[in-house]
């Protein structure tokens, strides 16, 4: 490995930085140019849509197991299941996370074991 | 006195917050810290990988590329391209995260899941409490991926000997997770339509191998679909009116 990459770390490390702060910059700044101008700043109808849209995206790439097979489809789906109950049950964020995995690891040890 | 108590205290409640992530963040930086060594790199460049370009899957690629002497130009283009999808964070946070002096190292811990938790969590918060929260959940979630790193790259196959599932079965808390941050905007016709579009291409495009446009291009579809149904909504609305 040449002396090189440091500059590549350098380079990529830099501009995902700028990739994350920028835009953030430049949106509170727009945000407040607006508030001084019509005293309320509006948030773009695009972003509330758009946001809550790269959650799902993550949610569904996240849940398309590393090896999917049928244990690792049914765990996947009793591990959302059980993590839905707990969060209708508890409405907090940790204990439905607990719960999900929880049984789906459960399915994916039973499997494992009933394959051995 | 009691301004730095509510800060402390939405500090800890970030970082209480977050402690779900940390069940998807420590395997896959284990995964990480091991690859990074077997490709040849040492323990502490590994750790400077993360420390500095902390984003998962592009780290994972710059590893691989560097290794195989990509060129430099290329690798950093890459890199780029797959956190490309890091440019609609910060817009979608700004109204809800105060200007602060801090932001250059707030906006370095804004990966994915840090976006998800604190688009559904700052809204919620007074805005005095924003800054301390989201610090107090960024900073878990950024050191947990440097330490997960360290252990991979120092004792990654160690630790995958000793309990080979476990990296199978901690990065479901990942999904687990989202679903729950989501679980309250399926409120609506329209938001179910739009949400279950995004979920089903998201899985489509992973499973067919696109994982890395998987999430820009899923929320395109579901941002689509959101339009085209309201914009039918109201054509019926005013065909009927």
Redesign the interface.
Known sequence: ?DN??W???????T???L??????????R??LKQQSKEGL?A?PD??S????????????????P?T?GIAEWL??AL??MA??MA?LWTKS??W??????TL??LV??VA?MALV | MSLVTDKGAAWLSGV??A??LL??YIPVAISFGMVAVQA??SVW?TV??SI????GA?QFL?VAM??SGAP?WL??LM??LI?????????????F?P?SRW??LL??G?T??I??LA??RLPKLAVSERIGWYSGAMLLAWFSWIAGTALGAVAGEELTRLWP?LG????????????????P?FSSVI?CI??GC??????L???YGF?NT???L??VS??LC??LVRASTRAGGNQSG
């Open positions: 490995m090189n990459w500059l590549t770390l350098l380079l990529a490390s501009g995902t930085l990739m994350r702060l920028l835009p953030l910059l430049w949106m509170q727009h945000l700043a948030i695009w972003q849509v758009l946001g809550p849209l790269m959650i799902a995206a993550m949610l569904g790439v996240s849940l398309v590393g999917p765990a996947t591990g959302a993590a839905l969060w964020l940790g439905p996370v607990v719960a999900g995995v789906y690891g994916i040890v494992r | 209480r917050e402690l779900p069940g998807g040849g790199f460049q400077l990988i500095f370009i902390y984003a592009s710059f560097v290794a430099w690798v950093v890199t780029l956190n490309a999808r890091h440019v609609v964070y910060g817009p979608s946070l700004a109204p995260l200007k932001s250059p906006c370095h804004l994915d899941q976006f998800a688009l559904m599932l199978e079965i901690m990065p479901f808390a990942l999904p687990a997770l989202f679903l729950v941050l989501l679980a905007r938001w739009a949400l995004t979920i089903m291409v998201a899985m495009l992973t499973l994982t998987a999430i820009p899923a929320a579901g941002a959101f339009y």
